[in-house]
């Protein structure tokens, strides 16, 4: 039975083996939970989406060792951690071994890589470091981000895309690391999967793709035809209460899991039964409506169309984990990672996400990865601060030993002496001549004259009557002369 295609909602999910611990399958409900969560921030923009929960999970547990106070809490409620901060680290790197054991059979190819960038001289914690390497593998690089910023972006680059082998490219914009960055770390994911059972691309056609109820494009179909003959297969569940199309419910979907050689890995589509469904059933999403839509599906012959595709998307993540409820992480002066260097003056400033997965007739190809970028709290660099008392202040006088003030004080104006005086020259003619005065309290000025405002040099006889100091000129010869109060 041919049905028409519709819109279709993707989620690449690791199986864990069947030796995976509790705890390790308690971490790894922790991380689908805030993937889900994530999830339902990051659709509220249209289009396709498409990222990878687990590089996410993991860049945020390493910066998550060294996390204090608010901030530590605020992470462990999001991100879904424990409260133990080596027991997550430690169930991390549980959870990477038991994903590294899906290669043994040389049937997929899953590559994770983390790594840290280090300020070179700044002072981390040997602890923070230790965790980084021991418990998440992380290779620990130095860097001058101080004094060359763009070379070690373009290192951290080069780095995500030689393990992504080239399919995440610059995932560093120009500008995101200065010299108060001090710590970067990455989390890297490559995977190359072959479908256990291929499309035959004989079977491949150009058939419409709707995109809404009035809307449609014409795409690559891959057909898998029902394999009544071949006894082929898949883990199956229909949510139809009425039947198909008989009528379909709104909120109807179907699920299929594709699994890739070895079985190990998998991917489940869920299908709402509306071509205008998806948001209907993006609502409904959550760790238990996922694990009731597994435990119900059952294996059954179905013809399956999927349309080959290739998407790739990006994100900086700051705002949005924000939102869920860990803001501290991402505002300077707030952010406690002291356990990172012992201090509270290191914050998130960025967090990068790229993703790039491609679907064809053979299996999927699909990488990822996270750069979180930390750094200092900025403060000015100009040279030493500048303290001008030149307004009035209040002072004390204190013993240091007992903290008692001796003396407490306010200074308003540093010459009382000069308090109520006037510069005011005055001016008292005769015949023949001039008397200039000027009050004697203005000690520490001059009568200075000048014949063009240019040039002025100190009067002479100056005579004191106590109150005020005076000068008589002669009037004769003409011309100007300017006379001013100033520095002797």
Known sequence: MKTSLLPLLGLTLISLPSAGTAQVQTVVAGNTAFALNLYSQLATTPGNLFFSP??????????????????????????????????????????????????????????????????????????????????????????????????????????????????????????????????????????????????????????????????????????????????????????????????????????????????????????????????????????????NVLAQMVQQPVEVFLPRFTMQSSFELTDKLAEMGMPDAFTPGVADFSGIDGWRDLYVSHLFHKAWGQVNEAGTEAAAATVGVVGTTAFPEDGPPVFRADHPFLFLIRDTHTGSVLFLGRLSNPSPSASGATRTLTVTPSAGSLKISWPASLTGLALRQSPDLTHWTASAGVSSDGTNNSITINTSPSGNRFFRLGSP
Do not use: K
Not at 68 to 94: D, I, K, P
Not at 141 to 160: G, Y
Not at 261 to 275: D, E, F, G, T
């Open 54 to 291: 687990y590089s996410i999970s993991t860049c945020l547990a390493m910066l998550y060792a060294g996390a204090s106070g608010n901030t530590e809490q605020q992470m462990s409620q999001v991100l879904g951690f424990g409260t133990n901060q080596q027991q997550v680290a430690s169930l991390f790197s549980g959870l990477q071994a038991a994903l590294a054991t899906d290669q043994q059979t040389n049937a997929i190819e899953l590559d994770i890589a983390n790594a840290l960038w280090t300020q070179e001289g700044f002072p981390f914690l040997p602890a923070f470091l230790e965790t980084a390497s021991n418990q998440y593998q992380a290779n620990i690089n130095q860097a001058d981000f101080v004094n060359s910023a763009d070379a070690a972006r373009q290192t951290i680059n080069d780095w995500v895309a030689q393990e992504t082998h080239d399919r995440i490219q610059d995932i560093l914009p120009p500008g995101s690391l200065d010299d108060h960055t001090r710590l970067v770390l990455a989390n890297a994911i490559y995977f190359l999967g072959v479908w256990t059972t291929a499309f035959a691309q004989t079977n491949t056609s150009t058939q419409p793709f709707f995109l809404s109820t009035n809307d449609e494009v014409e795409v690559p179909l891959m057909h898998q035809p029902s394999p009544t003959d071949s006894g082929l297969t898949f883990n199956y569940m229909q949510n139809y209460p009425y039947g198909f199309r008989n009528p379909a419910p709104t909120n109807g979907f179907q699920a299929i899991e594709l699994p890739y050689a070895s079985n190990q890995v998998s991917m489940l589509i869920l299908l709402p039964s509306q071509i205008d469904g998806l948001a209907q059933l993006e609502q409904q999403l959550s760790p238990a409506f996922l694990s």
